[in-house]
Every structure is written in structure tokens, then in C-alpha cells.
């Protein structure tokens, strides 16, 4: 499997950037896609998940300014991030995982986002 993002960038604080995620290979049929994020001296954290069911699950801090969406025809993901802040700075990762399998978690190459005046 292998997930190929674009978007991110610089953008000051109140813009909005959107961060989109393609996955190709062998891709299991019921599946979670989203992004992770890793700040400065902080941990890795889930922002976004998506199922291929369409349930949803969010980072409190960013689910009334962040949309994430998903198109299963095509296996992709996006994350619409509006009202940005400088606490969204961060290297933004996409991810999907096999629901019910064990050891399927793939990665994105990661993307830059700073929220910067």
C-alpha cells in the first residue's frame, strides 16, 4: 500500500489549507483513512479518521474548524482545515489501517503545515 499526500504549507493565523491523500496498492475494502499530526516536542496524535463506513472521529481541538472526507471509489482522503491556529502547526501524516487486521497500519510521506504571522 502506498498513500501519496499534497497540500500543506505556510498560511497565516484564521486561513485555511486543505491536505488531500491518495492510497493505491492493496487496499482492503473496509478500512479507516485519516491524518495523523506530530508538533514540535510533542507526540504523534490522530487530528482525523474516517471509515470506509463513514464514521468519523475527531481531535476535540480541531472538530468545529476541520472537515475530513473521504471518496471510496478512489481511496482518497482530505482534511479541509479552516480557522487555523498556530497550535496547528505541525508535520501532518496520512494513514490507513485495515479494520480487524492487525499490523496494517501505512503511512504518508508527511506534509508540513505552519500557521505563521
Known amino acids: 500500500v502506498q498513500l501519496q499526500a499534497s497540500g500543506g504549507g505556510l498560511v497565516q493565523p484564521g486561513g485555511s489549507l486543505r491536505l488531500s491523500c491518495a492510497a493505491s496498492?492493496?487496499?482492503?475494502?473496509?478500512?479507516?483513512m485519516g491524518w495523523y499530526r506530530r508538533a514540535p516536542g510533542k507526540q504523534r496524535e490522530p487530528v482525523a479518521t474516517?471509515?470506509?463506513?463513514?464514521?468519523?472521529n475527531m481531535l476535540d481541538s480541531v472538530k468545529d474548524r476541520f472537515i475530513i472526507s473521504r471518496d471510496g471509489t478512489k481511496n482518497t482522503v482530505s482534511l479541509q482545515m479552516n480557522s487555523l491556529k498556530s497550535e496547528d502547526t505541525a508535520v501532518y501524516y496520512c494513514?490507513?489501517?485495515?479494520?480487524?487486521?492487525?499490523?496494517?497500519?501505512?503511512w504518508g510521506q508527511g506534509t508540513q503545515v505552519t500557521v505563521s504571522s
Open positions: 474516517i471509515t470506509s463506513g463513514g464514521s468519523i
Open positions: 496498492g492493496n487496499i482492503f475494502s473496509n478500512n479507516v
Open positions: 494513514w490507513i489501517k485495515a479494520l480487524g487486521l492487525a499490523d496494517s497500519d501505512y
